[in-house]
């Protein structure tokens, strides 16, 4: 697949889904103003793609906000199971304290088969962090902490997109035309 076609498809995700659907709603400020980063890997292995990682957060740390607010590290074809990719983020967050970033930037993870623990596979309420391709959302804590200064009840946030999701059912998030590989 083409690196355009993945850029495509992940903007086809935030344009439709995340924003929207207000999955999030800080992300259209930052979309609208094009200071989202969005980077295809096409490491061939997971080493590689952790110094991939490595690069992207200092490039976001070492960027100004105005230019680039957030990355999606996004990896079409090295982590087509969840479990593995869950495993990859212990490794992912440990590299934040390694590069002094610990406080300053997170990492979010978003993936097709995407399964918040203690949930079955179909919920739609995994849905909320379903992506077309594993990606790994770096965020500046700053901007998180300006996200909550203009909404202190951030878990209310995920309590609408539980519910909205779950009126709205799979049907309806499949009419929304998301390009979603094929899954296993």
Same mark, same amino acid.
Request: glycine residues 4%; charged residues 25%.
């Given at each position: 697949?083409?690196?355009?076609?993945?850029?495509?498809?992940?903007? &086809?995700? *935030? !344009?439709?889904?995340?924003?929207?659907?207000? %999955?999030?709603?800080?992300?259209?400020?930052?979309?609208?103003?094009?200071?989202?980063?969005?980077?295809?890997? !096409?490491? #061939?292995?997971?080493?590689?793609? %952790? !110094?991939?990682?490595?690069?992207? %957060?200092?490039?976001?740390?070492? $960027?100004? #906000?105005? !230019?680039?607010?957030?990355?999606? @590290?996004?990896? /079409?074809?090295?982590? /087509?199971?969840?479990?593995?990719?869950?495993?990859?983020?212990?490794?992912?967050?440990?590299?934040? /304290?390694?590069?002094? @970033?610990?406080? &300053?930037?997170?990492? $979010? #993870?978003?993936?097709?088969?995407? +399964?918040?623990?203690?949930?079955?596979?179909?919920?739609?309420?995994?849905?909320?962090?379903?992506?077309?391709?594993?990606? %790994?959302? @770096?965020?500046?804590?700053?901007?998180?902490?300006? $996200?909550?200064?203009? =909404?202190?009840?951030?878990?209310? &946030?995920?309590? +609408?997109? &539980?519910?909205? *999701?779950?009126? =709205?059912?799979?049907?309806?998030?499949?009419?929304?035309?998301? #390009? =979603?590989?094929?899954?296993?």
């Amino acid at each position: 697949m083409k690196q355009e076609e993945i850029v495509a498809a992940t903007r &086809i995700w *935030l !344009e439709k889904a995340v924003i929207g659907l207000n %999955l999030c709603p800080f992300a259209k400020s930052v979309y609208v103003k094009n200071q989202i980063r969005i980077v295809v890997s !096409e490491a #061939p292995h997971l080493d590689a793609f %952790l !110094e991939e990682l490595d690069r992207e %957060l200092d490039f976001l740390a070492a $960027a100004s #906000p105005d !230019e680039t607010d957030t990355t999606l @590290l996004v990896h /079409p074809s090295l982590f /087509p199971d969840f479990d593995d990719f869950n495993q990859m983020l212990d490794i992912a967050d440990a590299a934040l /304290p390694e590069h002094g @970033l610990d406080g &300053i930037l997170q990492i $979010a #993870p978003f993936h097709p088969d995407f +399964r918040f623990e203690g949930t079955e596979a179909d919920e739609i309420s995994n849905y909320t962090n379903r992506s077309p391709y594993p990606t %790994l959302h @770096l965020i500046r804590e700053s901007s998180i902490a300006r $996200a909550v200064a203009a =909404m202190p009840d951030t878990d209310a &946030i995920y309590r +609408r997109n &539980i519910a909205l *999701l779950q009126e =709205m059912g799979p049907a309806a998030w499949a009419d929304l035309g998301i #390009p =979603m590989p094929q899954r296993k």
